[in-house]
């Protein structure tokens, strides 16, 4: 059941701020997460801002120098579907086209997308585990399956949830942030948090901000982007591992490599050994293992995910191979 709560839906991005600032609330865009977090008592918020009236948090746009703005409430349905992604950076159509089912993806957003909370089932259970503020992690030496191989410390596993955030990292994309202190930009990048820096917090964002955009910039010449999720079941799983790639050809060699795993870390978890390896190379068989192994060798699997390590190996090297043909 869900709990009490009041709702407004201000507006004006100022107004939702100012709502958010008060203290005890929550911003809600599509609510395909949010409300799951309320019902499974993992957000307690008493104030639910919507920002759904915010229109000029919509659609897509391309801008002057041939990049990208996408407003936060864009759907992901619209993301898979919008011939200027699908043409300019394919592998984020591929990713969102990869989110949940067509139901979720026509009423999430990408703002929502990138903020949305992990799916360790301790956490979404009743287990008051470290990121909820206890004192142990239960996947650490429980049913960990499903967890992180990469980025975990042996803090906590979760793995980061989003099938856009792999591919915005790759693409170079930053957001744009509206609060109280008025307006900042943040790379995708860095927009995660790693448990070793903060266990209880999934995003930098303060509790009055609000992400507005999302800027990506002008494709480089020579840019091969894809995305390849791998899941148990294809109607609407999580990643158990996944890449995705933007890498700058020339002549047949890498010259930039942006090589981000899904599914391996509570972040999306770049690969600088694998972007090593290739970085100056022309894909042949033998720097695609070279660098596929590379990418494996700093895992650090739990007793029950040492799967994800071939799994990682072989996606990699799959990918590679079509990047290089
Ligand atoms: C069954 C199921 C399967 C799923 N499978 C996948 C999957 O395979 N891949 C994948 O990537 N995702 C998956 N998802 C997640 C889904 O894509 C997200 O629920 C959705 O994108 C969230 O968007 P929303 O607009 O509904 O966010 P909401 O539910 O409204 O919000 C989610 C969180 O983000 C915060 N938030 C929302 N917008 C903003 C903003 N603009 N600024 C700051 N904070 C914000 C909210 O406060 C909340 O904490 C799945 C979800 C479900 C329920
Ligand atoms: S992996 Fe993280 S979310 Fe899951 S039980 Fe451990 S601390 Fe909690």
Not at 38 to 59: A, F, M, N, P, Y
Not at 99 to 126: D, F, H, I
Not at 147 to 172: E, K, R
Not at 210 to 226: F, N, R, V
């Amino acid at each position: 059941m869900l709990p009490q709560f009041s709702y407004v839906r201000p507006a004006t991005i100022d107004q939702a701020i100012a709502h958010l600032k008060a203290g005890d609330a929550a911003v809600h865009a599509g609510g395909t997460d949010l409300l799951g977090c309320l019902r499974e008592r993992i957000i307690s918020s008493r104030e639910i801002v919507s920002i759904s009236s915010l229109k000029d948090l919509t659609g897509i746009k391309e801008t002057a120098d041939g990049g990208v703005v996408i407003g936060a409430l864009t759907t992901i349905t619209e993301i898979g579907n919008n011939p200027i992604i699908i043409n300019k950076y394919p592998g984020l159509a591929r990713g969102a086209a990869d989110v949940a089912s067509p139901q979720l993806r026509n009423q999430g957003t990408l703002g929502g997308n990138l903020c949305q909370k992990p799916r360790c089932w301790y956490y979404r259970g009743e287990f008051h585990c470290l990121r909820k503020g206890g004192d142990m992690c239960f996947a650490m030496n429980g049913e960990n399956q499903f967890h992180a191989i990469y980025g975990h410390d042996h803090i906590c596993a979760i793995t980061h949830p989003s099938d856009t955030a792999p591919n915005l990292v790759a693409l170079d994309a930053t957001v744009k942030v509206a609060g109280k202190k008025g307006k900042r930009t943040i790379k995708v990048e860095d927009l995660h948090v790693l448990p070793v820096d903060d266990v209880q917090a999934d995003t930098v964002l303060k509790q009055d901000e609000i992400i507005t955009h999302i800027s990506i910039p002008p494709p480089p010449a020579g840019l091969y982007s894809s995305y390849r999720k791998v899941r148990a079941r294809r109607s609407w799983d999580f990643a158990l591992a996944g890449v995705a790639l933007a890498l700058v050809i020339k002549d047949d060699a890498v010259l930039q490599a942006n090589v981000i795993l899904s599914g391996a870390a509570p972040v999306p978890w770049r690969s600088t050994e694998a972007e090593k390896v290739i970085e100056g190379k022309t894909l042949t068989a033998e720097i695609i293992d070279k660098a596929a192994r590379a990418a494996v060798a700093t895992a650090t699997p739990l007793a029950k995910n040492g799967y994800k390590v071939d799994m990682f190996r072989g996606v990699l090297t799959e990918e590679l191979q079509l990047a290089g043909v």
